[in-house]
């Protein structure tokens, strides 16, 4: 595709296959005026989206810290001195709590994480409790639990997840400088499982981690050329986390980072872009050009997995003032 390309071609997947993306496609893009670049992406949203609906997600950390993993922006490595306590596996009662009580609040996906690596046969049961407590309350299901082999992929399925979470994070150059114990290869391994496995996928990344423009552009080229683009990318800003070797990270500049969403709505038209963690640093004013750009899902709740996240009142307080109203249950 060419970057002078007109609105037409911009929204060309309607009646066709999705492109295949490529590095100087995706860049001539991403370099566009300002303006032109987020037109396109409202144009590419509109046509697959309703413009005005932004669908809510609440995370839950079903088991927090002393994580065997070094990824250099966590709070949860126990590589790193971030000062958080460790916990163990929750109960499944109290799971199936906090879901209802999110669900009360809006939520129409419940997404549940745990500091693994991956899961051990002994946490299986749990889970699978977990994910049919949930389904139950007519919630949409997600998890993010790290590495998954062919048989536990299947297994979740079964149990009624819908989606599973397990990000690229950066693009496949940088991803060594972020974390060593595992590779950009297993992360893309995971998630051809989770695909045979027939669940859908939730996969995004992180920007703000010292990467380069041109990380973050491979990245989204990543995701839009996985088999089937996942039908959930989240784009997380770094929230620096003391104690972590990211502590110092540069911010992103937010003119730098609403071009990425849009970039992001361009290449994925059909997806939920989701502004995911760091909303809590940033201004009312960046998440409403956000949601022009196409970002059209948000994580609620005034936690994340261990971060800040912004209070509800506040979240409440801009969808009204934007004219933006929640994605409801019957509409997925
Ligand atoms: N352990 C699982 C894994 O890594 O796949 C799941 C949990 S992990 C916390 C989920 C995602 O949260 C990470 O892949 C990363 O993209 C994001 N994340 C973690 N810490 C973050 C931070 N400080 N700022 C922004 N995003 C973060
Ligand atoms: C994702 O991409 N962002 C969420 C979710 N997937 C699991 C997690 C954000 C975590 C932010 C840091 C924290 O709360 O510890
Ligand atoms: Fe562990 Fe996930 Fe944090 Fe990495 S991002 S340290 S795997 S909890």
Redesign the pocket.
């Known amino acids: 595709m060419n970057a002078e390309l007109d609105m037409n071609s911009a929204m060309e997947p309607i009646s066709g296959a999705l492109p295949r993306w490529d590095r100087n496609t995706a860049a001539a893009i991403h370099g566009m005026p300002f303006n032109d670049l987020l037109f396109r992406a409202q144009a590419v949203h509109r046509a697959y989206f309703d413009q005005n609906r932004v669908q809510l997600s609440r995370l839950l950390?079903i088991k927090t810290g002393g994580?065997p993993?070094d990824?250099g922006?966590?709070?949860?490595s126990a590589h790193y001195p971030s000062g958080l306590k460790a916990s163990k596996l929750m109960e499944v009662g109290r799971v199936v709590a906090e879901a209802r009580k999110a669900r009360e609040a809006g939520a129409t996906r419940y997404c549940m994480?745990?500091?693994?690596?991956g899961p051990k046969e002994r946490d299986m049961d749990a889970v699978v409790a977990m994910i049919e407590g949930v389904k139950a309350l007519g919630m949409e299901t997600c998890m993010?639990?790290?590495?998954l082999d062919p048989g536990q992929a299947l297994r979740l399925k079964q149990a009624g997840l819908d989606y599973y979470?397990?990000?690229v994070?950066t693009s496949e150059r940088y991803y060594g400088e972020v974390v060593s114990t595992r590779t950009f290869a297993d992360?893309l391994e995971?998630l051809g499982h989770v695909r045979e496995a027939g669940m859908k996928v939730c996969c995004?990344?992180?920007v703000?981690m010292g990467e380069q423009g041109a990380d973050r552009i491979d990245m989204l080229i990543t995701l839009a050329n996985l088999p089937e683009p996942p039908e959930s990318v989240?784009i997380?800003?770094?929230?620096?986390?003391a104690g972590?070797p990211?502590a110092e990270a540069e911010p992103i500049d937010p003119i730098e980072f609403v071009p990425l969403v849009a970039l992001a709505r361009i290449m994925m038209p059909k997806s939920y872009v989701r502004l995911?963690?760091?909303r809590t640093a940033m201004s009312d004013e960046m998440q409403a050009l956000c949601f022009f750009a196409g970002a059209n899902s948000i994580f609620v709740g005034d936690t994340?997995?261990?971060?800040e996240n912004p209070q509800e009142d506040r979240d409440s307080a801009l969808f009204s003032r934007l004219g933006i109203k929640p994605v409801e249950r019957e509409m997925l």
């Open positions: 950390s994580c993993e990824c922006y966590c709070s949860q994480g745990a500091a693994w690596r993010t639990l790290g590495m979470n397990h990000n994070d992360r995971t995004g990344g992180i703000g989240p997380n800003m770094l929230i620096p986390i972590t990211l995911s963690a760091g994340l997995l261990t971060a």
